[in-house]
């Protein structure tokens, strides 16, 4: 066998795409997590239909995995790909525009028959009429291959078919180096109840790898060395296991009981099943009859003094607005949780957005003041989780955490946090009966005492009708309503007075800022990082708070000539900051159910900074 | 639980139960004598007045809460039942009670409603029943009768009313039971055998709303006439009924059928006797028809008292035993948890 070539790259961009039964989210998870445990940093973007099964071999069942791998700090799921993996044409034909000229393209050959091509629409094979010309297409039959190797397992054709991920994640860890020891270890772990299922999918493994060791179909493989990272104890983390473990950081560190009401409901769901897990931390958590009776248990839960917490994505929250404010009127701690997702209406269940944040914030009647903030990456969930949880407990206020598909099932490496440098979670529930009004308020925050139901002597009612200020009874006077509103507006500005200085990546002054909120923080800060290097004087600012809006902001954003804010809607934060500061943002907007890729708002940087070509200065 | 009769307290009188509120019901609201029994019976229990709260949804009946010396929440249209189960999935100690009227519970909340029922979450639930919005100033509601005259349908009602007793017995209720506004007495023995009971306790209480429903309940109600309209369920004894208790129900088939004691054909004998702690809720639902035959009178009393799993105290269970299995939670091992790396 002659030697190989062994290729260096900074970063490489992978996609498997198959069709939805055919395992690719399962791969693509296993090698993401081969190469963060290798050292690499990874972005992920995994992307598949809402329909469980949809007719196999069809567009409409492509299931995709991207993964973006950098010796490097990186920020994105990578914006055109290195290597795609077909194992159907519907899969080739739904993603080889993203591959870049060139590019490495493994196809599952055998998968291009008649029937396959017709189900893809293809008329004639893309294999042979020249649709394929430009990349370095390998043409393995793979499922040929996975059933020889498991000839001797006993399985059925059918099973034997169904580990043909298995030998195309092979191929992957052969061609990018990868060891594969933490795939077995999870391969044998996950199946130990169907020895005959983890021993099919082990051979499958080894096949796909041995397959390029012997054919030498591959003239080359590639490397990417291991990212420099800051130093410390890392782990893998997705977005919505991250929101679960915030949320069970909070409650252990306050001491509160963790209740979470929830209905099922895309992409917010693992949130659920994540914490149900945690019994054994006290969480309780409560799958209801619907979404308003989700968030009206916590409401209840949050009254009788346990952390509360509702999860859910945009539809939901539209059924959940009346709930809302009946936690902003009767000021209780609640932490809504809304993995956004593209709408309106039923939308597409799987694909991201930011369109939510204006029902986040006035989707409600009245004059409802409800803290907003957003969490930027699989791994900041953790933090905002967390933070949306004392501030609801310090404020006595309900809090909408803002997440959203792309990142709440994206992954990333993160760097795990000692629960001991923990912001401290201070409680008070009031317990001593002098002098005792409901809505009295503390002169900081403005919050009003928490008094948990079965604390001797406090016994008091609240609801959803205007209260009397201090007293708290029932009162429809013009001047109370008015000083109520205030009050309730105010307490959700002092927020703000509570908030660390805003961050400016770059000068603090320039030609541009781009200001961005949420999941777009990656694109944006590949895209102003690449504009800095060509020596451009922009900068960026990134929001974790959007209600209130940071003390600083209008002063930072003053410095500079240009506003820019990509968003993932049709414009909304943009309104805000218009509206609030008085200034002519320019709005980047995306509304396909994608991330934006850095490149796109590369783009428009160097546009708005005068047409500059591209080159590197 | 917390054993609420093991300390000696002071004996609570009715006035310890009302609060400083003005009432503000419409003079002779059936609400008064419902609220008056329920701060009457309450100091029974030897429970203090801060380990209660009341939750309602929207209605006249909803203002419950606010008259209570106890904690209480007036919260949403429809929602007290979802409420409730967040309050006593926290605090499973407390006694709950979810103020609702047939609006409240059987339109806009009628999801929560069967399902708390199906839960069988530890409260009380008492439903005032009076058959007609009130709080909108009178509009038909899902128990006004087929055909009712009201401002939003002044041709008459298209549509079949609830028999909410019927509904909860369908959701799985444990305990079911209905009283009158205008019968106190009944009413507080059925508050002591809900407050005895685990599980939701749902208890229908007929009440007169008189402005938008005057009378609805006067057949069921009226001195004159109550004796021969209605039928107390009382657990052991026969069905039976009547000025000169003359009369009795007896099964003809699936059918009930109101006999004559006094006329040679049937005797106590033949009658059916009612058994609350019977598990096949057949019966009851067979009793719940009643109200709907006008031969028939309309029965009260406990209609079923079973006992089955409650949420709130499996839900605490199950904390106990993940703790008693995985050890109870440590959140550096939680955040530590799974394949990790260093980097140098």
Redesign the interface.
């Given at each position: 066998m002659a030697d190989r070539s062994v290729l260096t790259r900074d970063e490489v961009t992978i996609r498997l795409a198959g069709d939805s039964g055919d395992g690719m989210q399962l791969v693509g998870t296993e090698l993401t997590?081969t190469s963060?445990?290798f050292?690499n940093d990874v972005g992920t973007l995994p992307d598949y239909p809402a329909e469980i099964r949809a007719p196999a071999g069809t567009l409409a069942g492509v299931s995709g995995f991207q993964l973006h791998i950098g010796s490097y700090d990186i920020h994105t799921p990578g914006d055109e790909l290195d290597v795609l993996v077909a194992m159907n044409p519907a899969a080739l034909k739904a993603n080889l525009k993203a591959l870049k000229p060139s590019g490495v393209l493994i196809v599952n050959a055998e998968a291009f028959d008649e029937k396959g091509l017709k189900l893809a629409a293809y008329t004639s094979s893309p294999l042979d009429d020249g649709t394929v010309a430009g990349y370095q297409t390998f043409r393995v039959n793979m499922s040929s291959h996975t059933k020889a190797a498991l000839k001797d397992t006993g399985l059925d054709y059918r099973e034997m078919e169904r580990c043909k991920n298995f030998f195309a994640l092979g191929m992957i860890y052969w061609l990018f180096k990868r060891p594969m020891d933490?795939t077995i270890k999870f391969i044998q772990e996950k199946f130990s109840k169907k020895p005959r299922i983890a021993e099919a999918n082990l051979l499958a493994l080894k096949a796909g790898h041995a397959y390029c060791v012997a054919t030498e179909a591959f003239a080359s493989s590639y490397e990417v060395p291991r990212a420099?990272?800051?130093?410390?104890?890392?782990?893998?983390l997705g977005g919505n296991e991250a929101i679960g473990?915030g949320i069970?950081?909070a409650s252990?560190?306050s001491g509160l009981?963790l209740?979470l009401?929830s209905y099922p409901i895309t992409p917010a769901s693992d949130i659920l099943h994540g914490l149900s897990r945690?019994?054994?931390?006290?969480?309780?958590t409560?799958q209801?009859?619907?979404e308003?009776?989700?968030i009206?248990?916590?409401?209840?839960?949050?009254?009788?003094?346990?952390l509360?917490v509702t999860t859910t994505s945009g539809p939901g929250l539209c059924l959940k607005s009346?709930?809302i404010n009946?936690a902003v009127m009767?000021e209780l701690p609640l932490v809504i949780v809304n993995v956004q997702r593209a709408g309106p209406s039923t939308g597409m269940p799987t694909k991201t957005e930011q369109a939510d944040l204006l029902q986040a914030m006035f989707g409600r009647n009245g004059e409802s003041p409800v803290p907003v903030m957003a969490a930027s990456r699989p791994a900041d969930c953790f933090e905002c989780a967390y933070e949306a949880a004392r501030v609801a407990v310090r404020f006595m206020s309900p809090v909408i955490l803002l997440s959203d598909g792309y990142i709440g099932n994206g992954a990333e490496p993160w760097?795990?946090?000692?629960?001991d440098k923990l912001p401290a979670f201070e409680v008070r529930k009031r317990t001593e009966a002098a002098n005792f009004a409901p809505y009295e308020r503390d002169e900081q925050t403005l919050a009003r005492p928490w008094v948990?139901?079965?604390?001797?002597?406090?016994?008091?009612?609240?609801?959803?009708?205007e209260k009397k200020h201090m007293s708290g009874?029932?009162n429809y006077e013009p001047d109370n309503h008015e000083l109520m509103s205030r009050l309730r507006a105010e307490k959700v500005r002092r927020i703000a007075n509570f908030l660390p200085p805003t961050e400016v990546f770059g000068p603090a002054s320039g030609d541009l800022v781009v200001l961005g909120w949420g999941g777009t923080y990656g694109p944006i800060r590949t895209a102003v990082e690449r504009c800095q290097h060509r020596g451009l004087k922009v900068s960026r600012v990134h929001l974790r708070w959007i209600n209130p809006l940071p003390n600083d902001l209008g002063i930072i954003l003053k410095q500079f000539k240009r506003v820019l804010m990509p968003e993932i809607n049709l414009g909304q934060l943009v309104r805000l900051i218009r509206a609030e500061y008085l200034i002519d943002a320019i709005a980047l907007n995306k509304i396909s159910g994608q991330p934006f890729t850095a490149t796109e708002i590369e783009r428009k940087i160097l546009d708005i900074m005068g047409g500059s070509n591209g080159e590197r200065n | 639980m917390v054993s609420e009769t093991e300390v000696p307290r002071p004996q609570l009188s009715k006035k310890d139960f009302e609060?400083d509120?003005d009432i503000r019901w419409c003079p002779g609201c059936g609400d008064y004598a419902i609220l008056a029994t329920v701060q009457r019976t309450l100091p029974e229990f030897g429970i203090?007045?801060?380990?209660?709260?009341f939750?309602s949804g929207?209605g006249c009946s909803s203002r419950f809460?606010?008259y209570?010396?106890?904690?209480?929440?007036?919260?949403?249209h429809g929602?007290a039942p979802?409420?409730?189960?967040?309050?006593?999935?926290?605090?499973p100690?407390?006694q709950v009670w979810v103020i609702s009227g047939d609006g409240d519970s059987l339109s806009i909340g009628g999801?929560?409603f069967i399902?708390v029922i199906r839960r069988n979450l530890d409260i009380k639930y008492l439903l005032f029943n009076n058959r007609i919005y009130g709080l909108t100033k009178g509009q038909y509601s899902p128990t006004s009768e087929m055909g009712k005259i009201t401002k939003s349908t002044p041709m008459g009602s298209l549509e079949h009313p609830f028999n909410p007793i019927a509904v909860a017995l369908g959701a799985g209720a444990t305990f079911v039971a209905r009283a009158f506004d205008r019968d106190p007495k009944t009413m507080q023995e059925i508050l002591r055998l809900a407050h005895n009971h685990r599980g939701t306790a749902f208890v229908e209480i007929y009440q007169n709303c008189n402005i938008f429903n005057d009378g609805a309940f006067d057949a069921l109600t009226d001195k004159e006439s109550k004796l021969e309209t209605t039928i107390l369920l009382e657990h052991g004894k026969p069905l039976v009924f009547g000025k000169t208790r003359n009369k009795g129900i007896r099964l003809n088939g699936f059918r009930p059928e109101a006999v004559h004691l006094d006329e040679g054909t049937y005797s106590v004998g033949d009658l059916l006797v009612h058994d609350v702690h019977r598990w096949e809720p057949t019966l009851a639902f067979i009793y719940s028809q009643m109200a709907e035959d006008p031969s028939l009178p309309t029965p009260y009393g406990v209609f079923r008292a079973v006992s089955k799993n409650c949420y709130d105290q499996d839900?605490g269970t199950?904390?106990d035993?993940?703790?008693e299995?995985?050890?109870?939670?440590n959140?550096?091992a939680?955040?530590?948890?799974?394949?990790?790396?260093?980097?140098?």
């Amino acid at each position: 066998m002659a030697d190989r070539s062994v290729l260096t790259r900074d970063e490489v961009t992978i996609r498997l795409a198959g069709d939805s039964g055919d395992g690719m989210q399962l791969v693509g998870t296993e090698l993401t997590n081969t190469s963060a445990l290798f050292g690499n940093d990874v972005g992920t973007l995994p992307d598949y239909p809402a329909e469980i099964r949809a007719p196999a071999g069809t567009l409409a069942g492509v299931s995709g995995f991207q993964l973006h791998i950098g010796s490097y700090d990186i920020h994105t799921p990578g914006d055109e790909l290195d290597v795609l993996v077909a194992m159907n044409p519907a899969a080739l034909k739904a993603n080889l525009k993203a591959l870049k000229p060139s590019g490495v393209l493994i196809v599952n050959a055998e998968a291009f028959d008649e029937k396959g091509l017709k189900l893809a629409a293809y008329t004639s094979s893309p294999l042979d009429d020249g649709t394929v010309a430009g990349y370095q297409t390998f043409r393995v039959n793979m499922s040929s291959h996975t059933k020889a190797a498991l000839k001797d397992t006993g399985l059925d054709y059918r099973e034997m078919e169904r580990c043909k991920n298995f030998f195309a994640l092979g191929m992957i860890y052969w061609l990018f180096k990868r060891p594969m020891d933490a795939t077995i270890k999870f391969i044998q772990e996950k199946f130990s109840k169907k020895p005959r299922i983890a021993e099919a999918n082990l051979l499958a493994l080894k096949a796909g790898h041995a397959y390029c060791v012997a054919t030498e179909a591959f003239a080359s493989s590639y490397e990417v060395p291991r990212a420099k990272l800051p130093p410390g104890k890392y782990r893998n983390l997705g977005g919505n296991e991250a929101i679960g473990l915030g949320i069970v950081a909070a409650s252990q560190k306050s001491g509160l009981e963790l209740f979470l009401g929830s209905y099922p409901i895309t992409p917010a769901s693992d949130i659920l099943h994540g914490l149900s897990r945690f019994k054994n931390f006290g969480v309780k958590t409560f799958q209801a009859e619907d979404e308003i009776a989700a968030i009206s248990a916590s409401i209840g839960a949050a009254f009788a003094g346990d952390l509360a917490v509702t999860t859910t994505s945009g539809p939901g929250l539209c059924l959940k607005s009346e709930a809302i404010n009946l936690a902003v009127m009767a000021e209780l701690p609640l932490v809504i949780v809304n993995v956004q997702r593209a709408g309106p209406s039923t939308g597409m269940p799987t694909k991201t957005e930011q369109a939510d944040l204006l029902q986040a914030m006035f989707g409600r009647n009245g004059e409802s003041p409800v803290p907003v903030m957003a969490a930027s990456r699989p791994a900041d969930c953790f933090e905002c989780a967390y933070e949306a949880a004392r501030v609801a407990v310090r404020f006595m206020s309900p809090v909408i955490l803002l997440s959203d598909g792309y990142i709440g099932n994206g992954a990333e490496p993160w760097r795990i946090i000692d629960p001991d440098k923990l912001p401290a979670f201070e409680v008070r529930k009031r317990t001593e009966a002098a002098n005792f009004a409901p809505y009295e308020r503390d002169e900081q925050t403005l919050a009003r005492p928490w008094v948990i139901p079965g604390t001797p002597g406090l016994q008091h009612r609240i609801g959803g009708l205007e209260k009397k200020h201090m007293s708290g009874g029932v009162n429809y006077e013009p001047d109370n309503h008015e000083l109520m509103s205030r009050l309730r507006a105010e307490k959700v500005r002092r927020i703000a007075n509570f908030l660390p200085p805003t961050e400016v990546f770059g000068p603090a002054s320039g030609d541009l800022v781009v200001l961005g909120w949420g999941g777009t923080y990656g694109p944006i800060r590949t895209a102003v990082e690449r504009c800095q290097h060509r020596g451009l004087k922009v900068s960026r600012v990134h929001l974790r708070w959007i209600n209130p809006l940071p003390n600083d902001l209008g002063i930072i954003l003053k410095q500079f000539k240009r506003v820019l804010m990509p968003e993932i809607n049709l414009g909304q934060l943009v309104r805000l900051i218009r509206a609030e500061y008085l200034i002519d943002a320019i709005a980047l907007n995306k509304i396909s159910g994608q991330p934006f890729t850095a490149t796109e708002i590369e783009r428009k940087i160097l546009d708005i900074m005068g047409g500059s070509n591209g080159e590197r200065n | 639980m917390v054993s609420e009769t093991e300390v000696p307290r002071p004996q609570l009188s009715k006035k310890d139960f009302e609060s400083d509120q003005d009432i503000r019901w419409c003079p002779g609201c059936g609400d008064y004598a419902i609220l008056a029994t329920v701060q009457r019976t309450l100091p029974e229990f030897g429970i203090d007045r801060d380990r209660y709260v009341f939750v309602s949804g929207i209605g006249c009946s909803s203002r419950f809460p606010y008259y209570m010396n106890t904690y209480g929440f007036h919260t949403i249209h429809g929602r007290a039942p979802a409420i409730a189960t967040g309050i006593k999935a926290a605090r499973p100690d407390l006694q709950v009670w979810v103020i609702s009227g047939d609006g409240d519970s059987l339109s806009i909340g009628g999801n929560h409603f069967i399902h708390v029922i199906r839960r069988n979450l530890d409260i009380k639930y008492l439903l005032f029943n009076n058959r007609i919005y009130g709080l909108t100033k009178g509009q038909y509601s899902p128990t006004s009768e087929m055909g009712k005259i009201t401002k939003s349908t002044p041709m008459g009602s298209l549509e079949h009313p609830f028999n909410p007793i019927a509904v909860a017995l369908g959701a799985g209720a444990t305990f079911v039971a209905r009283a009158f506004d205008r019968d106190p007495k009944t009413m507080q023995e059925i508050l002591r055998l809900a407050h005895n009971h685990r599980g939701t306790a749902f208890v229908e209480i007929y009440q007169n709303c008189n402005i938008f429903n005057d009378g609805a309940f006067d057949a069921l109600t009226d001195k004159e006439s109550k004796l021969e309209t209605t039928i107390l369920l009382e657990h052991g004894k026969p069905l039976v009924f009547g000025k000169t208790r003359n009369k009795g129900i007896r099964l003809n088939g699936f059918r009930p059928e109101a006999v004559h004691l006094d006329e040679g054909t049937y005797s106590v004998g033949d009658l059916l006797v009612h058994d609350v702690h019977r598990w096949e809720p057949t019966l009851a639902f067979i009793y719940s028809q009643m109200a709907e035959d006008p031969s028939l009178p309309t029965p009260y009393g406990v209609f079923r008292a079973v006992s089955k799993n409650c949420y709130d105290q499996d839900l605490g269970t199950q904390l106990d035993v993940a703790r008693e299995k995985m050890g109870t939670g440590n959140l550096r091992a939680l955040l530590n948890k799974g394949d990790t790396w260093v980097v140098e």
